[in-house]
């Protein structure tokens, strides 16, 4: 017979068990090791039914989409041999339709190619969420050494009226060392997230925080250093979005124009625990909206608050 003991018993294996999926992330890539940041850029092709802040249309030509890119990396820790990313793809808020091909991954700053996958997705005219996770090794040692800017693609990206249109981006990686600068940018934490549509060019969102230990651990008022760039028409930054139900959380930032400066972000309404930051590039062309996002999570532990994630599905636990 079934007790109510064994019954509380099971109850309890269950719950500690959609617990624990939770806690790792429905695809794991989220969960990194020790010193790893989960990094994702994004690019949107889309216009907004009454502004930025607002419901996510078709624009003019009647397509739209989202792609994101998002893996674990390691940040100015020196790493030799065969690497290998673990690479989570999304597309959504599809509109007219989208495909891509390949994973492709190049080091600036000519983006050169270093190792890609073929790898084909097709999310056809469903604005809901489509997720692969694919993993692609790269062998290191076949580079110069230094710090690269790695970038991570997934091409050929075609929008439903055949224009081109993907994510892109910047993670500094360090080659054997982290000197000196192969690719030549302003900060060794530097991270970028970039949106590229034919038409017009790259719209380009930055954090400029060391993030040499992987995910930030904060409390008190949070100051990163952020910025965007590529003839920016608004810039946001936004604390726990998700953005695909056309949820922006909490807009910490909403500047006319581009940006670069420090964030001021009061942890103390946040729960301790996981959340994401995501900073965000603005820019209109012909038909709607070119955007570039790059998000990454950020662990809030202040003395004594009550324990909340956040969401974005940028670490586990803000799924």
Known sequence: M??????????????????ACTEAGADGVTDCPDGQIFAEQQGWWI???NGPLSKQIAMNDGTAAHQHVGACIPINQPIDGWFTFKIRLMMHKVHGGFTADRIDI??????????????HMDCGNEPAMCTEVVEVPVNLSELETGRHEFRIRHLRATLGDGDRAFATGGWPIC????????ADRE???????????????YTNAVIDEDLTNGKPVVSGVWRPKVR?????????????????????????????????GQLNIDTTRL??????????????FGGGSNVGIIQIPFEVNNPGAPTGHGKGDCAPGTA
């Open 2 to 19: 079934f007790t109510s003991t064994k019954l509380r018993a099971a109850l309890v294996i269950l719950l500690l068990w959609v617990f």
């Open 47 to 49: 216009d907004y039914e």
């Open 106 to 119: 190049g080091i600036g700053p000519g983006g050169d190619r270093v190792a890609e996958k073929d790898f």
């Open 175 to 182: 080659v054997r060392a982290c000197e000196p600068a192969i």
């Open 187 to 201: 900060f060794p934490g530097h991270l970028e997230g970039r949106g590229w549509i034919e038409e017009t060019e």
């Open 228 to 260: 965007t760039r590529q003839n920016v028409a608004r810039s946001f930054a936004h604390v726990d979005a998700f953005f695909g139900s056309d949820n922006y959380g909490w807009t910490v930032l909403d500047h006319p124009g581009t940006f670069e």
């Open 271 to 284: 729960g301790n625990g996981n959340h994401c930051l995501a900073i965000r590039a603005d820019k209109a």
